[in-house]
């Protein structure tokens, strides 16, 4: 007797279930090879929740479902973990970007107005309404790239008012998008104009008047700990400020000089410290012998034009727990396709595609204490799914310049169709689809 269930999802020509592994908790060295690969796959869904995976034939013997869509010819694994990004703000900067491929530094496009400064200004004198309008349009990227599940900071705002206003602004926009969305505060981002020559005022402000206010709308806290911005006495104060506001932690720590930093964060017990271009070794063995997730950021050095990205191999070989993340911005890495973020972390960094699946989906899901809710296709968790049309899943890092993505489904139902013969009549309320305006969504 077959199991009435809402959808069925058949005929995938391969479904990466990472069911091989336990379906919580991070996964290190060669932990993170097996990929649970089922070939002719299926996935049964019912009220929103993953019921059973296997083979079409298994899964269709099992379960009946009014609606079912065929996904032959398809790569299907779960939805992408984005675990660093920052989406809120009113204005791109890609000025300074030619500025630097012409051969400007930091400092001279400092001096014409660009920067983390740049965007300040811009968000504070940005209405709610249209910083709303483009963080909305901002997460719907997202998902078009198959990322179900992100982090999102604030941090453009430097002021109690403005990072006020980017909190409401992420609020607003999340609710209108099918996303997993966790917010961080990033008040301690860099030092605003105002109080450039008076720093550890401005740290006292972000500690005691900030953070106890804002601390309601976020569920992290984040510091930018380098020399030049916040110092690591000064990061510590921000950090600890958060915990006392029952704020978790994150850090941007040893992303351009090594300052300690990843050890001060994982001493506190962060969550997750990012960039690591400069990690030391005493930081890899800190993290090595912790729970704090290992956030490399390759697409910034890539976009940069830097050397110095994070030491993957090292830090995996060591024990690390490791994710990948696209650092979206509007100055140092202005994408959200984690596909993208493969390549970069393939070619660069010598990581396998089963490192970068890994670190794409479970390992930043645990990150985000969401590894019971998405990250592999385990029976129980959400039916967040992306649909991919490569010829296997090892095409991940290998295809690169377009998006690979052909579809977005969060919690069992398509949200994104990026190719007009695959779209059901069943599509969510205001799904985005090929070629459709996406001010109309």
Not at 85 to 109: K, L, S, W
Not at 311 to 335: Q, Y
Not at 359 to 374: G, K, R
Request: proline residues 5%.
């Amino acid at each position: 007797m077959t199991e009435t269930v809402d959808r069925l999802f058949v005929h995938c020509r391969q479904l990466v279930t990472l069911t091989d592994g336990a379906p919580t908790g991070p996964r290190r060295r060669e932990a993170m090879q097996p990929m649970g690969v089922v070939e002719d796959g299926a996935v049964a869904v019912k009220d929103g929740r993953i019921v059973a995976v296997g083979t079409t034939d298994e899964v269709t013997a099992a379960y009946r479902a009014e609606e079912e869509l065929d996904l032959d010819g398809f790569v299907v694994m779960p939805g992408f973990v984005d675990c660093h990004t920052h989406p809120v703000f009113a204005a791109t900067r890609e000025r300074e970007f030619h500025m630097r491929c012409a051969g400007a530094d930091y400092m001279a496009i400092a001096q014409a107005g660009g920067g983390i400064l740049s965007s300040m200004r811009d968000v504070r004198a940005a209405s709610l309404e249209a910083l709303t309008e483009r963080t909305e349009r901002n997460l719907w990227r997202f998902l078009e790239h198959g990322s179900t599940t992100i982090e999102a900071k604030g941090g453009y705002g430097l002021s109690l008012e403005a990072e006020r206003k980017s909190m409401q602004a992420l609020d607003a926009a999340a609710a209108m998008v099918p996303l997993t969305l966790k917010r961080t505060f990033l008040g301690a981002h860099e030092f605003p104009p105002e109080y450039r020559e008076d720093r550890d005022e401005y740290v006292r402000i972000v500690c005691e008047e900030m953070i106890p206010a804002l601390a309601p709308m976020a569920e992290y806290c984040d510091v930018f700990a380098e020399p030049g911005v916040f110092t690591l006495e000064q990061s510590e104060r921000v950090l600890r400020a958060g915990l006392a506001a029952g704020l978790r932690l994150r850090a941007h720590v040893d992303e351009i000089q090594p300052m300690g930093g990843t050890e001060m964060a994982v001493a506190l017990g962060a969550d997750t410290v990012d960039h690591l271009g400069q990690i030391s070794d005493d930081g890899i063995a800190a993290v090595a012998a912790s729970d704090t997730t290992g956030v490399m950021l390759p697409g910034t050095i890539f976009f940069l034009a830097k050397t110095g990205y994070a030491p993957a191999r090292k830090m995996i070989e060591a024990g690390c727990a490791v994710a990948l993340a696209t650092d979206f911005n509007p100055g140092s890495s202005h994408t959200q396709s984690m596909t993208l973020i493969h390549t970069i972390a393939c070619t660069q960094m010598k990581m396998s595609v089963e490192e970068c699946i890994v670190a794409s989906t479970i390992n930043p899901a645990f990150s985000l204490q969401l590894d019971h809710e998405v990250g592999t296709l385990h029976p129980g968790k959400r039916a967040d799914l992306c649909v991919l049309d490569i010829p296997s899943y090892q095409a991940l890092g290998y295809a690169f310049g377009g998006n690979p993505v052909a579809m977005t489904i969060k919690d069992g139902v398509p949200v994104v169709a990026n190719v007009a013969d695959r779209q059901p009549d069943w599509f969510a309320d205001g799904v985005v689809l090929d070629g459709e305006d996406e001010d109309a969504v």
